[in-house]
């Protein structure tokens, strides 16, 4: 086996570090909780959004879903997302039912797994129109359905949370301020929001909470796609790294406060570090799961839009206005800011270890 004496340092110190994360991390894995409630955006939302409701009904449609489970899902992918993957880790034969599924219903069972408040497109504050619940619109849901006793104190105490807040907040606000102008200065708001969920949580009986850093911002295709594709721009992930530091502050100051209260973080940037060896600045990128798989892959998405148009989209003839590559498991990203399948999966392998199945 002729290799480079560095790339083998890289490779073994890479190997160390997933071996320390399934070590650290995955604590809250072993004893599977009784039910999973999830929160956040896109990056957890299993169809949330009505599939009747213009643009928002994307990702009801193909090409996502295309993967699996072959038709729109509702989810914002070619195929599973990482609530799915997690589900499955924690041992659920499925994901949890969606919010909307789940106020048909006259009571809870567990059958159900949980509830998925999440939203694609939210963040902590209001991002892109009143469609689309914020986060603490999310907990009022679940708390009115705590003090209904449609939900048990027993089953929340017995549940998991699973908090999930990638960069939305950050996306409305360059829309609103050219340049992004002092947005590093609004990056401790966010930041702060995030803490008060998790306070909300705790007040609601809460016991068990897994929230996620931010992916790296600079490394989303809808940035990169101005270099072609072929690097990630450091300067748009310097919220990134000011975000995780932050909430990383206030889970380490939570914890101390709330000993009774396991709180587990999900370093999607770490992961994402790893995934690549530390290597994501060239366009062509060895994905590594860290667990002996490697491949290449493109930080070009695989569902790309024509002309300033999203995945998905068709002009007023019904003409598409987006192309869909091949293979969508040679693309991290499926669309300009989702992980492919493929890509979810490869994060979750680094995270938790090999799938349970
Ligand atoms: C990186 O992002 C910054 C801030 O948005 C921008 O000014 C700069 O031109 C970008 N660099 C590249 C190489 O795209």
Same mark, same amino acid.
């Given at each position: 086996?002729?290799? *480079? $004496?560095?790339?083998?340092?890289?490779?073994?110190?890479?190997?160390?570090?997933?071996?320390?994360?399934?070590?650290?991390?995955?604590?809250?894995?072993?004893?599977?909780?009784?039910?999973?409630?999830?929160?956040?955006?896109?990056?957890?939302?299993?169809?949330?959004?009505?599939?009747?409701? *213009?643009?928002?009904?994307?990702?009801?449609?193909?090409?996502?879903?295309?993967?699996? =489970?072959?038709?729109?899902?509702?989810?914002?992918?070619?195929?599973?997302?990482?609530?799915?993957?997690?589900?499955?880790?924690?041992?659920? =034969?499925?994901? =949890? #039912?969606?919010?909307?599924?789940?106020?048909?219903?006259?009571?809870?069972?567990?059958?159900?797994?949980?509830?998925?408040?999440?939203?694609?497109?939210?963040?902590?504050?209001?991002? +892109?129109? =009143?469609?689309?619940?914020?986060?603490?619109?999310?907990?009022?849901?679940?708390?009115?359905?705590?003090?209904?006793?449609? !939900?048990?104190?027993?089953?929340?105490?017995?549940?998991?949370?699973?908090?999930?807040?990638?960069?939305?907040?950050?996306?409305?606000?360059?829309?609103?301020?050219?340049?992004?102008?002092?947005?590093?200065?609004?990056?401790?708001?966010?930041?702060?929001?995030?803490?008060?969920?998790?306070?909300?949580?705790?007040?609601?009986?809460?016991?068990?909470?897994?929230?996620?850093? #931010?992916?790296?911002?600079?490394?989303?295709?809808?940035?990169?796609?101005?270099?072609?594709?072929?690097?990630?721009?450091?300067?748009?992930? $310097?919220?990134?790294?000011?975000?995780?530091?932050?909430?990383?502050?206030?889970?380490?100051?939570?914890?101390?406060?709330?000993?009774?209260?396991?709180?587990?973080?999900?370093?999607?940037?770490?992961?994402?570090?790893?995934? +690549?060896?530390?290597?994501?600045?060239?366009?062509?990128?060895?994905?590594?799961?860290?667990?002996?798989?490697?491949?290449?892959?493109?930080?070009?998405?695989?569902?790309?839009?024509?002309?300033?148009?999203?995945?998905?989209?068709?002009? !007023?003839?019904?003409?598409?206005?987006?192309?869909?590559?091949?293979?969508?498991?040679?693309?991290?990203?499926?669309?300009?800011?989702?992980?492919?399948?493929?890509?979810?999966?490869?994060?979750?392998?680094?995270?938790?270890?090999?799938? *349970?199945?």
């Amino acid at each position: 086996m002729e290799r *480079p $004496a560095v790339l083998m340092i890289v490779t073994q110190l890479s190997t160390l570090s997933a071996l320390l994360l399934l070590c650290l991390a995955p604590r809250g894995l072993d004893a599977k909780p009784r039910a999973l409630f999830v929160f956040g955006d896109s990056y957890a939302d299993t169809g949330n959004h009505s599939p009747y409701v *213009p643009i928002l009904n994307r990702p009801w449609k193909l090409p996502y879903g295309s993967t699996w =489970p072959g038709e729109g899902s509702g989810r914002y992918s070619d195929g599973k997302i990482f609530t799915d993957f997690f589900a499955e880790y924690l041992g659920f =034969p499925a994901a =949890p #039912m969606t919010a909307r599924m789940a106020k048909g219903k006259k009571q809870y069972d567990d059958s159900m797994h949980g509830i998925n408040f999440a939203y694609g497109g939210s963040g902590m504050f209001s991002t +892109f129109g =009143p469609l689309i619940d914020p986060v603490h619109l999310q907990i009022k849901q679940f708390s009115q359905m705590i003090e209904s006793g449609f !939900l048990s104190k027993d089953l929340i105490a017995e549940s998991m949370v699973l908090f999930v807040v990638c960069g939305n907040d950050y996306t409305a606000y360059g829309d609103k301020h050219p340049n992004d102008e002092g947005i590093l200065d609004f990056v401790p708001s966010v930041a702060s929001e995030i803490d008060g969920s998790l306070k909300a949580f705790q007040a609601l009986g809460v016991k068990k909470i897994s929230i996620t850093k #931010m992916l790296p911002y600079g490394c989303y295709p809808k940035i990169t796609s101005k270099v072609n594709y072929i690097s990630c721009n450091a300067s748009e992930n $310097a919220r990134t790294i000011l975000h995780n530091k932050l909430i990383t502050d206030y889970v380490t100051a939570f914890k101390e406060l709330h000993p009774d209260i396991e709180v587990m973080m999900l370093d999607f940037q770490q992961a994402f570090e790893l995934s +690549f060896q530390g290597h994501y600045d060239t366009d062509d990128l060895l994905l590594s799961d860290n667990l002996g798989f490697q491949r290449r892959v493109q930080l070009r998405p695989c569902c790309e839009g024509i002309g300033g148009a999203s995945c998905g989209e068709k002009d !007023l003839f019904g003409r598409k206005q987006y192309t869909v590559c091949e293979s969508p498991e040679d693309s991290f990203f499926w669309d300009n800011v989702h992980p492919s399948q493929a890509g979810w999966e490869t994060l979750c392998k680094v995270l938790f270890g090999p799938l *349970p199945y």
